[in-house]
């Protein structure tokens, strides 16, 4: 059963720290999607990834956040600095065919203080 | 700018009965509609979906309608199960597209 893979699961830091999140898309999805959760927003999304390009990153604070793609088995969310109101649970997704829905994988919960 | 709307944060139901959870969405370009489902700790994962050309979609107890002048979508579970108690997420895309915009999720608890 395909999945994607997220790590790590639980992530606590402090403040002004850099934290890296990954994700591994299922095998031969060629769209990549970061989303987040808080509780305001509901899910919203940050970034997305198309053949490792990036197609839309409008979601994202610019001066403290960061998505990649370095090969097609990993995307990876970058913050740096981190703040407090960065807390969320942060989700990748794939996608193969344009149609198909996304696979979701299980999520970074990322605390701040 | 929230596109996609579910008004109700939270819906309680009684095992058997009929769970109807409600979405609207105001950009009239969306043209494919999909439900996902949330269990705690766990990703968002695919439940039904729609096309806009359509204005029902059954899958076993689940049952979504699309009424696209209104710009309103439900989903109906029937019967609900304790099973199904979860927060569900109501999704649109447009044709021109690449991302889902999501609503902020019901939260769906089925009593026995």
């Known amino acids: 059963d395909a999945r994607v893979t997220q790590t790590p699961r639980h992530k606590v830091t402090e403040m002004g720290q850099e934290v890296t999140m990954r994700c591994q898309p299922i095998?031969?999805?060629?769209?990549v999607f970061w989303y987040r959760q808080t509780m305001m927003q509901g899910l919203e999304l940050l970034a997305y990834f198309r053949n490792r390009a990036p197609l839309d990153d409008s979601g994202m604070p610019k001066d403290r956040f960061s998505a990649e793609m370095p090969d097609a088995t990993l995307a990876t969310l970058k913050i740096q600095p981190s703040e407090p109101r960065d807390s969320a649970v942060y989700f990748c997704?794939?996608?193969?065919?344009?149609?198909?829905?996304?696979?979701f994988g299980n999520g970074t919960r990322l605390t701040v203080t | 700018d929230q596109q996609v709307k579910q008004n109700s944060p939270s819906l309680s139901v009684q095992e058997g009965r009929i769970s109807i959870l409600n979405c609207d969405y105001t950009n009239s370009m969306f043209d494919y509609f999909l439900w996902y489902k949330k269990y705690p700790a766990e990703g968002p994962t695919f439940l039904i979906s729609?096309?806009?050309?359509?204005d029902k979609n059954e899958d076993g107890r689940f049952t979504v309608f699309l009424n696209k002048s209104a710009k309103h979508l439900s989903l109906h579970i029937v019967p609900s199960q304790p099973g199904d108690s979860a927060v569900y997420f109501c999704?649109?895309?447009?044709?021109?597209?690449?991302?889902?915009?999501f609503g902020k999720g019901t939260s769906l608890l089925v009593t026995p």
């Open positions: 729609i096309s806009s050309i359509k």
């Open positions: 999704a649109a895309l447009s044709n021109s597209g690449y991302a889902l915009n």
């Open positions: 997704a794939s996608r193969g065919v344009e149609s198909s829905p996304l696979h």
């Open positions: 095998l031969g999805h060629n769209t």
